[in-house]
């Protein structure tokens, strides 16, 4: 384990338990506490420091000096996300409205009147990443109920506050929309979590269960998800 954490430049303390069904990270004062089930293996210790790496790094700049979460403007030159790739925002002047993703950027055309103009340029992009998410989360949703064998009653998409799906006792299963900026494997993994509610509608082992057996590293997304979480955010 001590040859394990030479690797990293970070001060790390690792610790097993069979208290944790999941792992997790805090920063204390002086290094970083990484709590993990007694069954997780070195390697998949590794790979986890190395999903978090950046935000570790993040943290330790935060923990110096104090910074402001910027929200988006809507400006050229900023960056979106779309499954997990980032494009540079770039506004060009057209006859009609219109987005289409090109070499690494997201091309959005306006009038010439409201090529400046923040809120309709959010609203188009909106309007584009709403579009994008019904129907990537719609194919994703039908892939996984075959081969979990379940069928939701409905679908929805829409955009929560503080939590990126939802499975109702009825059985309607909601996204937030946002979502689709996160990496496939991410989807993968909030899409197969709420159709395992449709058979366990609670979080206990056997809920646990079902979910590892479609993603068996599900706890290493789930906590990417937990810290990347702002990254995906639309303001």
Not at 204 to 212: A, C, D, E, R
Request: proline share 3%; charged share 25%; hydrophobic share 35%.
């Amino acid at each position: 384990m001590n040859k394990l954490l030479e690797k990293f430049h970070f001060p790390i303390e690792i610790i097993k338990t069979n208290r944790q069904k999941t792992a997790s990270i805090k920063l204390k004062k002086e290094f970083f506490e990484i709590r993990v089930p007694k069954h997780v293996s070195n390697n998949q210790i590794k790979d986890l420091i190395i999903n978090w790496s950046s935000w570790m790094n993040k943290k330790l700049s935060e923990s110096k000096n104090y910074s402001i979460l910027q929200t988006n403007k809507y400006k050229n030159g900023e960056k979106f996300s779309y499954l997990g790739r980032n494009y540079i925002l770039k506004i060009n002047s057209g006859n009609t409205t219109s987005i289409k993703l090109q070499s690494g950027f997201f091309h959005i055309f306006v009038k010439e009147q409201d090529i400046n103009n923040s809120d309709v340029i959010k609203l188009l992009l909106s309007k584009w990443y709403i579009n994008h998410a019904q129907n990537y989360l719609y194919k994703k949703t039908d892939l996984y109920s075959k081969i979990i064998n379940v069928q939701p009653k409905s679908i929805r998409i829409k955009k929560y506050k503080s939590k990126w799906g939802s499975c109702s006792s009825n059985g309607n299963i909601s996204y937030s929309w946002p979502i689709i900026m996160s990496p496939i494997k991410i989807i993968d993994y909030l899409v197969v979590h709420e159709l395992c509610h449709l058979i366990e509608h609670n979080h206990s082992n056997l809920f646990w269960q079902k979910v590892q057996k479609y993603v068996p590293d599900y706890i290493f997304r789930k906590q990417y998800m937990n810290l990347n979480s702002k990254n995906w955010l639309f303001d």
